[in-house]
């Protein structure tokens, strides 16, 4: 069975604080990595697509790194507008409805 | 872009009632999802469907059933609503292949509160 695991589930930066979201994964044969962001009350928006290992993708201030047990979300230099919640997804290689199985999410609040 | 346009924001019903919201892709796509999403539970799968007439079992199809009669139209409904059933529900389309990759995209969501 295909699992996620993201951590921390909430994080807390100051302005201008760099850190990173953790998404551990095991899955049977990686088809892609998924990050998607989510603001309060509305649905999740599409950030990256990950394939294999040792890629990475970035995006503003967001940098997606993968491995083939995890993948890292880098924020440089936060603004309070990166607050939302940060949801990591897989999707395996032997999935007939290209189904998604995600994590619980990490929410991020960047504080002025 | 693609866009999949969910009936409602927010909608209150009442315990008992049979409750329809609905979900339009307009890219074609021929799988379609429904979720819930609840603090400390994260996304969860009620149904899916990979064409038109077909549906398949999520993690938690109890007390909910799908209608998929056109292609871009994915309607979940709820037979006889219950406060449990409280949640944010969303709605995701992906293609079969190629194009977008494989990804989900979802819609704005619809606030269900049940009373």
């Known amino acids: 069975e295909d699992q996620v695991t993201q951590s921390p589930e909430a994080l807390r930066l100051q302005e201008g604080e760099s850190s990173s979201l953790n998404c551990s994964y095991t899955?049977?044969?990686?088809?892609?990595l998924f990050w998607y962001r989510q603001d309060p009350g509305k649905g999740p928006e599409f950030l990256f697509t990950l394939y294999s290992a040792g890629e990475e993708k970035e995006k503003e201030r967001l940098k997606a790194t993968l491995t083939k047990k995890e993948s890292f979300l880098h924020i440089t230099a936060p603004k309070p507008e990166d607050s939302a919640t940060y949801l990591c997804a897989v999707q395996a290689l032997n999935n007939a409805g290209n189904m998604l199985t995600f994590g619980g999410g990490t929410r991020l609040m960047v504080k002025p | 872009d693609v866009k999949v346009t969910q009936s409602s924001r927010y909608l209150v019903k009442r315990t008992g009632e049979k409750v329809f919201l609905e979900c339009v892709q307009d890219m074609d796509h021929e799988n379609m999802f429904w979720y819930r999403q609840d603090p400390g539970l994260g996304l969860r799968l009620i149904y899916f469907?990979?064409?038109?007439?077909?549906?398949e079992k999520g993690d938690i199809p109890e007390g909910y059933s799908v209608s998929r009669e056109k292609k871009e139209r994915f309607s979940l409904i709820l037979e006889s609503a219950s406060t449990n059933q409280t949640s944010m529900y969303l709605c995701?389309?992906?293609?079969?292949?190629?194009?977008?990759?494989?990804?989900?995209?979802f819609g704005s969501g619809t606030r269900l509160t049940v009373v």
């Open positions: 469907s990979y064409d038109v007439k077909m549906k």
């Open positions: 995701a389309s992906s293609s079969r292949g190629g194009g977008h990759p494989y990804g989900y995209t």
């Open positions: 899955v049977s044969g990686l088809r892609g």
